[in-house]
């Protein structure tokens, strides 16, 4: 399938079955191409973006979002492997805040 510049909603994974969104879309001249927002990959033409593996469910203008949740995953130095899940950005801000540690882990520089 040809794909143009646009977002796409896609079916895809392993064990179950999981969505993801492809954006499509010209920087300059070059065609990019990102899966849930990652570093962009350029394709030399719509018919090089690799989505085997995936079945392109729709085009779509912008996704609606009902609801959101952020899941850290990490590993303290034992190997013991913890998780948290937030839905609220306030309530992020705060455990990081508490876990400072796992703040400068993802990247943050104000903790």
């Known amino acids: 399938m040809k794909l143009s510049p646009g977002v796409y909603k896609l079916r895809g994974g392993y064990p179950l079955p999981e969505h993801y969104y492809l954006r499509v879309q010209y920087?300059?001249?070059?065609?990019?191409?990102?899966?849930?927002?990652?570093?962009?990959?350029?394709a030399q033409d719509y018919n090089d973006i690799p989505i085997e593996g995936y079945e392109i469910v729709k085009k779509i203008t912008r996704p609606i979002i009902k609801k959101a949740e952020i899941m850290?995953?990490?590993?303290?130095?034992?190997?013991?492997?913890?998780?948290?899940?937030?839905?609220?950005?306030?309530?992020?801000?705060?455990?990081?805040?508490?876990?400072?540690?796992?703040?400068?882990?993802?990247?943050?520089?104000?903790?």
């Open 27 to 42: 920087i300059g001249k070059t065609i990019y191409y990102d899966i849930n927002a990652g570093a962009p990959s350029m």
């Open 72 to 111: 850290i995953f990490w590993t303290d130095h034992e190997g013991d492997e913890f998780c948290y899940a937030a839905n609220d950005i306030r309530v992020l801000r705060e455990f990081l805040k508490s876990y400072p540690e796992i703040a400068r882990a993802i990247g943050s520089k104000k903790y």
